[in-house]
């Protein structure tokens, strides 16, 4: 099958092949581009499969000075500077660098931090979580779990249902209205 061919519908118990992976699927949508993006409807969210590995050269060209600087060093926007840390349309925040969706909407909320804050991801594993020792403390750092971009960091002073906020810097998203 040819990565570029568009799948309308994958029934369940059906095992489909591309670019050399399997995928088992069970009751799932799928899109097939340049990696395998399955749609969950028992995770409802979509879930890519396959890593992102690009030199740093890569990502310095397909990112601008501030995209790289957060998502590839670990950087920080400055607060309140964020696109997206008002933004109360509905839709996913994907990730800047390959395209994984990261958050909902529904689950943002204004935590008045100066970033965009969620109280849960849009599937878990979209995410990924890292000890960042850096200035002094302990966080937990929060990376796309498919490029390991830098997102943010999450903190336990959310919300509920979660008790969790993650605080994500805009320039490490780009928004997709649904």
């Given at each position: 099958m ?22 088992a699927?069970?009751?799932?949508f799928a ?5 395998l ?7 409802g969210?979509?879930?890519?499969a ?12 397909e990112?601008?000075q501030e ?10 926007e ?8 008002k933004n ?5 925040y ?80 780009k928004?997709?209205?649904?």
């Amino acid at each position: 099958m040819y990565r570029r061919t568009f799948l309308k519908r994958v029934s369940t118990g059906v095992v489909l092949s591309c670019c050399g992976n399997f995928v088992a699927a069970g009751n799932l949508f799928a899109t097939i581009t340049d990696q395998l993006k399955v749609w969950s409807s028992a995770k409802g969210a979509y879930i890519m499969a396959g890593k992102v590995n690009k030199s740093e050269q890569e990502w310095r060209e397909e990112l601008t000075q501030e995209q790289f600087q957060v998502t590839r060093e670990h950087g920080t926007e400055r607060a309140f500077t964020g696109e997206y840390d008002k933004n109360d349309e509905t839709g996913v925040y994907q990730c800047i660098c390959c395209g994984q969706d990261l958050f909902h909407s529904d689950h943002k909320y204004d935590s008045g931090t100066g970033w965009p804050s969620y109280y849960q991801p849009i599937a878990s594993e979209n995410i990924g979580l890292t000890k960042d020792r850096s200035w002094l403390m302990v966080r937990n750092e929060v990376h796309c779990s498919r490029c390991m971009g830098h997102l943010g960091h999450v903190f336990e002073d959310g919300p509920q249902p979660t008790g969790l906020r993650y605080c994500i810097n805009s320039v490490s998203l780009k928004f997709e209205k649904v």
